[in-house]
DNA sequence: ATTCTTATGTCTTATAGAAGACTACGGCAA
DNA sequence: TTGCCGTAGTCTTCTATAAGACATAAGAAT
């Protein structure tokens, strides 16, 4: 275990660090020791970690640098500190996951997980945009899986998922639920914290049209979302067409 | 001037504090007195605060809580801070604004600021539409304003922008410049710092198929965004309406 | 041009008290 | 006895203060 004090390998004397340019302040390592171990799972989703006190004499550290690391985490959503009770690893449930990830909201201001149906699951090989984007090695053998979403009776996205199955194994045998990162976290151990999505407005094609039951041509809000896990890797690429005559996507940028 | 010290107010002892709801810990009150003298214009983008031992010893609390309430302007890309030199509040340059709201991005990867052309400047009345995003009185004195953007020779974004006229007197008899954010800053005292964006896939009316130069019905991305002050009030509204054939808007979620 | 000084922000540690939340225990009533 | 309630104690995070070591940059002195 890569227990104990952090504190050897830290501020290097004054002339070892001028060739040490990667130096980080101390907090910013406990932040990655402890990033590590949820990653690990030493500390798994809903636990609660070990009270501030204990994990700084654990590493050999103050209380302020671990709280500092703390405060880190948990403005990434990382952890969830509660006064009182203690600070827990982000269990990332449905609630968490609908404010965080899913941005698709009615026009009213409603925020609902829709529904999904899948349409098909297969076993296929990473083509170039596979491989671009998930960082695998091409031909890599991935799970592809088609579904349709929708909020109430309304169809309102179309959603085609790529799965590096060498990440998620078995996966194509289960039953798939609704919340798919949800899935991943507690039976593949792949905790996703980061997405990045790529939107344009594109006509429906003939088929993706018929799964919407819309005209083709209809604008459709393509979103292209890579999804990160903890340890920084891509873990799934989705491409979803949404309609948007009732519902759309929420940015807030500060 | 609201200057000295802040301590006065905070932490009523325990009987009053029960009478007191709105109770907010001692640095969160040295930020909001930052954040207005900020407002206020006493000190403007570009300008270095005092060192945080002078701000300490203005408002009469420690070193660390000055910090801790920089911790969060700088967070929050308020002010700048570097080391041995200074903090900084934002200057919101081009740059800036360009990564922090300008989401649109080439396929490339490439990202710039994008050419405008002024179709049109009118005075016109706030209509429902405009009431309830900028929370203006109905019939209040707007100014609107259409242009067209392109990169490079290509046409790509329709955009409608309304103002209250109160906030920006005399906007409309000006030359336009391509940064209106930063215009709005060193004229009229408006720093923009947040704003709200719903996109959706939209098909291009006639009107505006002729001035992007496409045909009626090619779908485009409509980002209907609000953008507030850092007094938090809503200063402008705008609809884009992008063609995406070559871009596309990036979205990073954490 | 190089080195030194000084000013300033950054990082770390330490201490102390406030506030929220759970547990254990004891008294009281049914 | 059994069940309920309130209180005290303890554990946790949160807020505030203070002080010193260190890093960085600007400008002065060499």
């Given amino acids: 275990m890569a227990s104990g004090s952090v504190r050897t390998a830290v501020r290097p004397d ?66 969830l500190r509660r006064q009182g009770r203690g600070t827990y690893v982000a269990s990332h449930d449905d609630a968490r996951i609908l404010f965080q990830f899913f941005k698709i909201v009615a026009d009213t201001g409603e925020h609902r997980f829709p529904e999904s149906r899948i349409l098909s699951v297969d076993i296929v090989d990473a083509d170039s945009d596979a491989v671009q984007r998930l960082a695998v090695r091409a031909g890599a053998r991935m799970v592809r899986l088609d579904r349709v979403r929708s909020v109430g009776e309304k169809l309102c996205i179309f959603e085609r998922i790529l799965l590096p199955k060498v990440m998620f194994p078995g996966i194509e045998k289960r039953a798939l639920p609704n919340n798919l990162y949800e899935l991943y976290r507690s039976v593949f151990g792949v905790t996703i914290v980061r997405t990045t999505e790529k939107l344009k407005a594109v006509g429906a094609t003939r088929s993706v049209a018929k799964h919407l039951d819309v005209a083709a041509g209809t604008p459709l809000l ?13 873990a799934e690429w989705r491409v979803s067409l949404c309609l948007t005559d009732t519902t759309h996507y929420l940015s807030d940028l500060r």
């Fill in 14 to 79: 004054k002339a070892a660090a001028e060739e040490v340019p990667g130096f980080r302040p101390l907090y910013r390592q406990v932040y990655e020791v402890l990033v590590r171990r949820i990653a690990e799972g030493v500390w798994k989703p809903g636990d609660a970690l070990p009270s501030e006190p204990e994990i700084a004499a654990d590493l050999g550290v103050s209380h302020g640098t671990v709280r500092k690391a703390l405060d880190e985490l948990a403005a990434e959503n990382l952890v």
């Fill in 222 to 234: 393509q979103v292209d979302r890579v999804a990160f896990g903890i340890d920084g890797k891509a």
